[in-house]
């Protein structure tokens, strides 16, 4: 059974916007947690993260147009996407980890993944 359960996604075009969550225990709530996603031929890259106490970074191609969150009452993460663009199209994972944010964002660093949702962006 999936500890971290997506939701979200779809399809938009060029300068939308769309917002993907995960569920997470209760027992996570002082994890980092963080957003990947992974494009066809792609590997998977590190998109965003957030600590227990909001502290976020994102990565350079999305700054400004993305912002993670977490609501802490419905142990719930978000990642709020707007002004998308077609190179943004992949599969989104959340992912979590009970140690402190690595960086860079590396995939081995998270033990726990959601099962992905597709974001596709036409131009």
């Known amino acids: 059974q999936a500890q971290l359960v997506q939701s979200g996604g779809g399809s938009v075009q060029s300068g939308g916007s769309l917002r993907l969550s995960c569920v997470h225990p209760e027992r996570y709530e002082s994890y980092c947690f963080a957003w990947f996603r992974q494009a066809p031929g792609n590997e998977r890259e590190g998109v965003a993260n957030?600590?227990?106490?909001?502290?976020?970074r994102y990565a350079d191609s999305v700054k400004g147009r993305f912002r993670i969150s977490r609501d802490k009452p419905m142990n719930t993460i978000y990642l709020e996407m707007n002004s998308l663009k077609p190179e943004d199209t992949a599969m989104y994972y959340c992912a979590a980890t009970p140690f402190l944010c690595p960086e860079p964002l590396a995939v081995t660093a998270f033990q726990f993944w959601g099962e992905g949702t597709q974001v596709t962006v036409s131009s």
């Open positions: 957030i600590e227990q106490d909001s502290t976020r």
